[in-house]
């Protein structure tokens, strides 16, 4: 390989860890925007990186025959490996790119990943394999549309779809052109129904990565809907175009009656 093509590979490097680290500012600028009251903080107290993720040593076979939904847990804290091995199945990167374990439709990247714990409300980054401090809040029992008469799950994943990410000069263009193309008109209440189902899609699989991460775990683990939307929306101050699609908790599973027990 010739110097000049080795210099321009370490330029395109070079740009593109710079685009990254400005898309990371920018999300903690965003962040302290939203939680005003715990924005002055040191770059090591609001980003906790976590580990890489392990192989599992359940084949997918044995994971699938071992998926259930279980919603009793012990109050044991998961471990950071634990945790970077659900997130990673959930939308970790797996290749080139940026593309992740899961899939999203035309790449749109618009699930955002919330972890909430007894310690406070965090934020799923990807491309830094960490998590983003937001408060310092426990808020799990405001996933619950009861109060939880159980012990409460060491970890609540919060999906969270934002639809001004599924807005590109690539969708504009296909929403544009499509109703040209097609003898039967398609109004713009059908094109919002598409983008609705596609978001909705690109959640339930990670949901179903995470389970089966889980199963691999040996976790308890349950995805749920029944909860006040409006309660975690004000909880983790979302903007009208965010929404909240699924909730998740996980945990060790409940040895006993009084393991789970208030």
């Known amino acids: 390989m010739s110097i000049e093509k080795v210099q321009k590979a370490i330029n395109r490097l070079s740009n593109l860890k710079a685009e990254i680290s400005d ?68 939308d970790g990167i797996n290749r080139k790119g940026g593309k992740r374990t899961t899939p999203s439709a035309l790449d749109w990247r618009e699930t955002d990943v919330y972890l909430l714990k007894a310690n406070g409300i965090w934020l799923w980054v990807p491309e830094r394999n960490g998590l983003l401090f937001c408060a310092m809040k426990d808020v799990r029992e405001e996933t619950y549309l009861l109060n939880a008469q159980l012990t409460l799950p060491p970890l609540e994943i919060v999906f969270v779809t934002n639809y001004a990410r599924t807005r590109s000069l690539l969708t504009d263009a296909v929403e544009t052109i499509a109703p040209k193309i097609k003898k039967a008109a398609v109004d713009e209440a059908d094109l919002r129904e598409m983008r609705i ?64 027990l208030k």
Not at 37 to 60: C, N, Q, V, W, Y
Request: proline share 5%; glycine share 4%; net charge positive.
């Open 23 to 90: 898309q990371f500012e920018e999300l903690k600028a965003e962040v302290n925007r939203r939680f005003a009251s715990h924005a002055k903080r040191r770059d090591d107290e609001i980003f906790r990186p976590l580990p890489a993720p392990t192989g599992l040593d359940m084949s997918l076979m044995d994971a699938l025959k071992n998926r259930r939904s279980q919603r009793n847990f012990s109050n044991e804290p998961l471990s950071d490996q634990v945790v970077a091995n659900l997130l990673f199945a959930a």
């Open 197 to 260: 189902r596609a978001c909705h899609l690109d959640v339930g699989a990670k949901l179903q990565s995470v389970y089966l991460a889980a199963s691999a775990m040996g976790l308890a683990c349950v995805a749920r809907t029944g909860f006040s939307a409006e309660k975690i929306v004000a909880a983790l101050r979302l903007k009208p175009d965010e929404v909240v699609v699924a909730a998740q908790s996980l945990g060790y599973p409940a040895k006993s009656i009084l393991d789970h």
